[in-house]
């Protein structure tokens, strides 16, 4: 039997850009420096297109987020019409507290494919054949070293499309 292909991305480095912002999150300034963050180049148009292409609209987030940055996190989705745009909706959207917890969300969903900026994360997802890491610094890539194989390490949401597509 033929396992249905589900797309999995972070949100951090992956959608939204800019890793540290200029101020906390107890700053009263950080809701509106966060929603100002800026979309990694052309990340929305590619899991548009990986959406209507090759996922048939079975594009998941899977995101590691405090409750406090979480409708923020949402806000930012909805301010740049991602949910419009890729085809999916605010329930396709799962959280959790610890970056080892993206691992059973994925299982559950049934991910094949997962974008995500830490090789830690994409060590952890054991359940999906497909990772993909992208932005990743480089001390944390040399940290996790030993998952790379099996791990694709992209530079450009265009060298994932051409990949996938």
Known sequence: MERIEVLGIDIGMVLIGERNLAVGVDDPAFPAAYLAREEVDGAIDAVARL??????GRVRVVSKRSPRTRP?????????R??????????????????????PICRD??????????????????TV??????????????????????????A??????????
């Open 109 to 126: 969903l049934g991910v094949t494919h997962f974008v995500d900026n830490r090789l830690e994360v994409l060590s952890h997802l054991a």
């Open 129 to 154: 054949p497909n990772r993909y890491l992208i932005n990743a610094e480089d001390d944390e890539v040399e940290r996790f070293a030993d998952h790379l194989p099996g791990v694709i390490r992209v």
């Open 72 to 80: 923020l996190a949402i806000r930012w989705l909805i301010d740049r």
């Open 51 to 56: 959406s209507r292409e090759r996922f048939g």
């Open 82 to 103: 991602f949910f419009a745009r890729v085809g999916i909706g605010i329930d396709d959207v799962h959280f959790c507290v610890t970056r080892e917890g993206k691992n």
């Open 156 to 165: 450009t949401w265009k060298y994932v499309l051409d990949l996938l597509l």
